[in-house]
């Protein structure tokens, strides 16, 4: 079955570490995207990719990273620089030119 | 600048009961709109969404959705809650330009049995 996972479910990281988390589709979808949320806040974007080897900032992209080296992948990195890093992180693509999203089941990230 | 605003942030509704989450938007131009409802620690699923044409739109477990231009509004209505219906509930506007998602702010859902 086509879908997009992202790992792992749940990550605890010390303050001061850079930490990574995973996005990989196989539904063959040129856009993907990075969504932050918190609760009372919504979803921000904070990256978004709409053809490998390219990607763009959102609106929150302080502090974080990303690459699009291949079509399947849009890993995000939390650098050490992101002033209050824990939250659920969302991944999301959908095919180009088109609203159809599809999500990951997210990542929680705990920094203490 | 284009913005989601959804003024509820919990509503709780007895099971049977109808319910209606509002949604405004701010969007210069045709708005897409979209309504995606959230499990605890889950990613969000499409309930519905609004492109053009007929105003009222249908979407899954039993949902539907009005556009309506002058209120700047796309509120959220089912006529008869099931437990299984209390999640978080996000309305959307996306861009058309960059194929971007705007989200507002959730609309928590508690059933009362």
């Known amino acids: 079955d086509g879908g997009i996972t992202q790992s792992p479910k749940y990550l605890f990281r010390k303050e001061g570490q850079n930490v990574t988390l995973s996005c990989e589709q196989n539904?063959?979808?040129?856009?993907m995207y990075w969504y932050r949320q918190d609760p009372g806040q919504g979803l921000r974007l904070i990256y978004y990719?709409?053809?490998?080897?390219?990607?763009q900032k959102g609106d929150i992209a302080e502090g974080y990273s990303v690459s699009r080296e291949k079509k399947e992948s849009f890993p995000l990195t939390v650098t050490s620089a992101q002033k209050n890093p824990t939250a659920f992180y969302l991944c999301?693509?959908?095919?180009?030119?088109?609203?159809?999203?599809?999500f990951g089941s997210g990542t929680r990230l705990t920094v203490v | 600048a284009q913005s989601v605003t959804q003024p509820d942030i919990h509503i709780t509704v007895s099971e049977g009961a109808s319910l209606e989450l509002r949604c405004n938007y701010s969007?210069?131009?045709?708005?897409?709109l979209f309504w995606y409802v959230q499990s605890p620690g889950q990613g969000l699923q499409l309930l519905l969404k609004?492109?053009?044409?007929?105003?009222l739109v249908q979407g899954i477990k039993g949902f539907e959705a009005e556009f309506k231009r002058s209120q700047s509004s796309f509120n959220l209505r089912k006529p008869s809650v099931h437990w299984s219906d209390a999640a978080e509930y996000f309305c959307?506007?996306?861009?058309?330009?960059?194929?971007?998602?705007?989200f507002g702010s959730g609309t928590r859902l508690l059933v009362r049995p």
């Open positions: 999301a693509s959908s095919p180009a030119g088109d609203f159809g999203y599809t």
């Open positions: 539904l063959n979808h040129d856009a």
């Open positions: 990719s709409q053809i490998v080897n390219d990607f």
């Open positions: 969007y210069g131009a045709t708005p897409y």
């Open positions: 609004y492109f053009s044409g007929d105003t």
């Open positions: 959307a506007v996306g861009m058309d330009s960059s194929y971007k998602l705007i």
